[in-house]
């Protein structure tokens, strides 16, 4: 059975730091690309996010862009988000997702077919 887990969601501050991290069973990510995508209430699920398992480039989100950053380990086949300098407009449910994407679907959600139960991250100013 293919899962996807996210942990390390929880509340915090402006300029805060928090790593989410995204654990993996049932597949190995080596062939796949990692995203990770955030969503609020009433809106779109939003690309935040990305990269290729095996190298490559990694894909983010203006609005992230310089703040995040988008690892994995491949010994124990998870996947981190390092959120830095987080901001109240960052606040949303945080899901990681494993596809096989172009690089042109790599930012759009129907990139993936696998996704995770989802962490949330509120922050306050």
């Known amino acids: 059975q293919v899962q996807l887990v996210e942990s390390g969601g929880g509340p915090v501050q402006t300029g805060d730091s928090l790593r989410l991290s995204c654990a993996a069973s049932?597949?190995?990510?080596?062939?796949?690309?990692m995203g990770w995508f955030r969503q609020v209430s009433g809106k779109e699920r939003e690309f935040v996010a990305a990269?290729?398992?095996?190298?490559?480039?990694?894909y983010y989100a203006d609005s992230v862009k310089g703040r995040f950053s988008i690892s994995r380990d491949t010994a124990t086949n998870t996947g981190y988000l390092q959120m830095n300098n987080l901001h109240p407009e960052d606040t949303a449910v945080y899901y990681c997702?494993?596809?096989?994407?172009?690089?042109?679907?790599?930012?759009?959600?129907?990139?993936?077919?696998?996704w995770g139960q989802g962490t949330q991250v509120p922050v306050s100013s």
């Open positions: 049932g597949i190995t990510f080596g062939p796949y690309a």
């Open positions: 997702a494993a596809g096989r994407p172009l690089t042109s679907t790599i930012r759009p959600s129907r990139g993936y077919g696998t």
């Open positions: 990269r290729r398992w095996s190298g490559g480039g990694e």
